[in-house]
């Protein structure tokens, strides 16, 4: 199993910033791709950012230049930092971790979802 704790999150003015973070815990040999989605209300959840283990990134186009997603492997977090916010990143933002188990084979795990509020 995968425990997934996220922090961070809250209310903003546009043209903010914020950082969300996520650590991964629990039993798993590894931890493959990291990544951050969002649902906004009345909306389908969407993908934000990925990063593999080798630290190649992924970006919803509606984000490049303003968000960034990294990972400490040591501490098996992700990071996503958001600069120049706007009213539309308003939505809760999910954690999504994909981990190895020694014998279940690919475990993929969500975290609570931390909302994140962006006012204009």
């Known amino acids: 199993q995968v425990q997934l704790v996220e922090s961070g999150g809250g209310l903003v003015q546009a043209g903010g910033s914020l950082g969300l973070s996520c650590a991964a815990s629990g039993s798993f040999s590894s931890i493959r791709a990291m990544g951050w989605y969002r649902q906004a209300p009345g909306k389908q959840r969407e993908l934000v950012a990925t990063?593999?283990?080798?630290?190649?990134?992924n970006y919803a186009d509606s984000v490049k230049g303003r968000f960034t997603i990294s990972r400490d492997n040591a501490k098996n977090t992700v990071y996503l930092q958001m600069n120049n916010l706007k009213p539309e990143d308003t939505a809760v933002y999910y954690c999504?971790?994909?981990?190895?188990?020694?014998?279940?084979?690919?475990?993929?795990?969500w975290g609570q979802g931390t909302l994140v509020t962006i006012s204009s």
């Open positions: 999504n971790v994909q981990a190895r188990h020694w014998y279940k084979g690919t475990l993929d795990a």
């Open positions: 990063v593999t283990s080798g630290g190649s990134t």
